[in-house]
């Protein structure tokens, strides 16, 4: 180890490599989430017309979005709810885990 | 029996993937194997020169596949290294002279001719990326220990997988002593960050530019280390799997050995 190096240990610096592998496992991880906007708003449409035979949505208030975070990415999904769709007569609770599913089940 | 077909690949260029081909296909044709290294570069050939093989060319790949030529006719043998044959890349059409059905046609006729061809995939995952692959039995993915060529390497991976090819990698430009200072990934780092088989490691080697200068190929130089890497990879790639992978690693001197022995007793 160089001199150069040790000092740079000492001062409590991290390798520049360690820096490096960080930095590309978060970037290798964003890519793979990196989804076309078409491929969201098809799913979006999908999600809305799934949902629309249990709820009555306000389907001008939806968001569909990939957060991302260095522990864990999240595909969340809201939707303002007006009213069950009493007439398919479906229990709520069954449905509501759609509202926040996570990124890898896409 | 059929020959193999292997296609040299890396996402981003400039990591050495002409070199290695010319290294590799020199190497395996020491070996005993009958070797065809083919440049798909189609408009910016190197292969050629990398070879030393540049004044010799008439025809090239586009003329096979567009039917002026035979691939004998195309096929330059390297008069240095028996069994060893390039197929020139055009320098005057584009990577749409060809279409991915073509190279499955040119693949199924070097089966025939060579033990192995070597493709030496252009740099990006456009046409000429595509070509590259379509027909290929197994793949080399290059990449050098920085950021950008592992991030490319990755997506390369990932397009490889999803033709069903499962690559081994080769990590180039080593330079042990940053490794040593961690300044730079080591292959430990490349390998765990791309979850991929290792093929073999390569040290920076001033003799690659003093080959490559005059056209002379890298594996007849016994010194270079680079060269030494490259004849194991060859011969990992064909018949000797598990010979061990060397890890380039600091020529220590007498007082070096001394002081890093005080620096760990520290």
Not at chain 1, 71 to 97: D, Q, T, W, Y
Not at chain 2, 98 to 124: S, Y
Request: charged share 25%; hydrophobic share 40%.
């Amino acid at each position: 180890m160089s001199l150069n190096s040790l000092l740079k240990k000492i001062m409590g610096k991290p390798a520049s490599k360690d820096v490096a592998k960080n930095r590309l496992k978060f970037a290798l991880l964003t890519d793979k989430l990196d989804v076309k906007k078409e491929t969201l708003k098809d799913l979006q449409k999908d999600l809305i017309e799934i949902i629309s035979r249990y709820f009555e949505i306000d389907k001008d208030s939806i968001s569909i979005d990939i957060q991302r975070s260095e522990e864990c990415s999240a595909l969340v999904f809201s939707s303002p709810i007006i009213s069950a769709n009493h007439n398919r007569g479906v229990p709520a609770a069954k449905i509501m885990p759609v509202h926040k599913s996570p990124a890898n089940s896409v | 029996m059929d020959g193999k077909i292997i296609v040299v690949t890396s996402g981003k260029g400039g990591v050495g993937k002409t070199t290695i081909t010319a290294s590799i296909g020199a190497a395996l044709a020491l070996q005993g194997k009958r070797v065809a290294v083919v440049d798909m570069d189609i408009g910016l050939r190197n292969l050629d020169v990398v070879m030393g093989l540049e004044n010799r060319i008439v025809f090239n790949i586009v003329d096979i596949i567009q039917g002026r030529c035979k691939i004998k006719q195309a096929a330059i043998k390297d008069r240095r290294i028996d069994n060893l044959y390039l197929i020139p890349a055009s320098q005057s059409d584009d990577k749409n002279a060809i279409k991915p059905e073509n190279m499955v046609w040119l693949c199924g006729k070097m089966r025939k001719e060579f033990d192995i061809t070597l493709l030496d995939c252009p740099a990006g995952i456009e046409q000429g990326f595509r070509n590259s692959i379509v027909a290929a039995d197994e793949a080399v993915v290059v990449c050098t220990p920085e950021v950008s060529a592992v991030r490319d390497a990755d997506r390369i991976i990932g397009l490889l997988y999803a033709q069903s090819i499962t690559p081994k990698l080769v990590v180039n430009r080593i330079v042990p002593k940053m490794v040593e200072n961690g300044d730079m990934l080591s292959h430990e780092d490349v390998v765990e960050v791309l979850s991929v088989d290792l093929l073999g490691l390569i040290e920076m080697d001033e003799y690659v530019v003093v080959s490559t200068n005059t056209g002379t190929p890298l594996v007849l130089q016994e010194e270079s280390k680079a060269g030494k890497a490259l004849r194991r990879i060859a011969l990992r790639l064909d018949g000797h799997p598990d010979l061990p992978i060397e890890n380039p690693m600091i020529q220590k001197t007498f007082w070096k050995k001394l002081s890093s022995k005080f620096s760990r007793k520290n």
